[in-house]
């Protein structure tokens, strides 16, 4: 069973409006979880990290949030682009270890005009 | 260079030839990884290097694949008689240190097709 769930698979929304996309995680003991962006046929790109005590950081119109005690994050794209058309993929982190990346298989999100 | 660079781009390959796929890190890093990502799933932890050395094979799909990484920089990915579920987009990617918080930055990665 994968240690990274992602929600939706697949998601379709108008430019402009808003959309939040959820992970859910069992990796334990954790150390942090990050957001990817990754464009079609594009390596991915590192969007957001958080640590055990954080609950919200921002980039741009990208806001994730961290609830370490129920193991769930969430990225809120606000006023969504064309651009932001993309797989985003929920990555953790166990503490232990060096190869302990743990992936969501990503949210693939389409913004129509 | 200013990022994770891989080469080729695409590769075309007929089954059973053998592949080599190339990764230069960004200067100084001293991890390397390896994934595969096949179509409509998640990344494929394959195996990653401290330097020249690699800790952690465990991911390596069969004995077809091997990598190897000299003067701790630029990583090689084989495939030996490659077979159709072998087609896959594979990203390197590196990082700083193998710590919990060193950022790791993918390449672009190299889009394998078998036929």
């Known amino acids: 069973k994968n240690q990274v769930e992602q929600s939706p698979q697949s998601l379709i929304i108008l430019e402009g409006k808003n959309c939040t996309l959820q992970c859910n995680y069992t990796v334990s003991p954790f150390s942090n979880l990050r957001w990817y962006k990754q464009d079609t046929g594009r390596g991915p790109v590192s969007l957001t990290i958080?640590?055990?005590?954080?609950n919200t950081k921002s980039n741009g119109r990208y806001t994730a949030t961290l609830d370490a005690d129920t193991k769930q994050s969430s990225l809120h794209i606000t006023a969504s682009q064309l651009s932001d058309s993309a797989s985003y993929i929920c990555v953790v982190r166990e503490r232990t270890g060096a190869n302990n990346l743990f992936f969501g298989t990503g949210t693939r999100l389409t913004v129509i005009p | 260079g200013a990022g994770v660079s891989q080469s080729p781009s695409n590769k075309v390959t007929e089954k059973g030839k053998d592949v080599e796929l190339r990764c230069d890190p960004i200067s100084g890093h001293t991890a390397l990884y390896w994934y595969r990502q096949s179509l409509g799933q998640g990344l494929e932890f394959l195996i990653y290097f401290q330097g020249n050395s690699a800790p952690d094979k465990s991911g390596l799909p069969s004995d077809r694949f091997s990598a190897e990484r000299t003067g701790g920089s630029v990583s090689t990915l084989t495939i030996q008689r490659t077979q159709q579920e072998d087609s896959a987009v594979y990203l390197c990617?590196?990082?700083?240190?193998?710590?919990?918080?060193?950022?790791?930055?993918f390449g672009e990665g190299s889009w394998l097709t078998v036929v």
């Open positions: 958080m640590t055990f005590s954080e």
């Open positions: 990617a590196s990082s700083l240190e193998t710590g919990a918080g060193n950022t790791i930055y």
